[in-house]
């Protein structure tokens, strides 16, 4: 790489909009993925409400009712979409494992979303001892 391409390059990553971690960032988030905000109920989000290190936490969300998409978000990472997974109409058990990130202690909510276009939502309080996502 030329010492033009890497200034050039460095200057574009400068202009990228800077990632807003706040509760509102992630309703805006829920909303855009869902299309309108959710209610509560038919969620479950299995992960440790006291967590040593956040660089690889483990979750699982399962949902008591067919949907057609589940999804994970967060209000203190720098973005607060975690995973949005998709199901199709014969998914018998929608649910989800994955690990994520988290950058401090904070609520993880899941969103279900279901192919009549209800949503739901439940949330999780994690306290997170070793934070990860931070910038030093």
Known sequence: MKRREFVLSGAAFALLPE???SDEAMRAAIRAW???DPE???LKIDIAELVENGNAVPVRV???EPVVGLALFTPLNPEPDVVHVAFGAA???PEFSTRMRLARSQRIVA????ADGRCWHTGVDVIVTLAACVEP
């Not at 969103?111 to 279901?114: M, N, Y």
Request: proline residues 0%.
């Open 19 to 21: 990632a807003q971690a």
């Open 34 to 36: 869902a299309g309108r």
């Open 40 to 42: 509560a109920g038919v």
């Open 91 to 93: 998914s018998a058990k």
């Open 111 to 114: 969103v279900a979303k279901a």
């Open 62 to 64: 399962v949902a008591s």
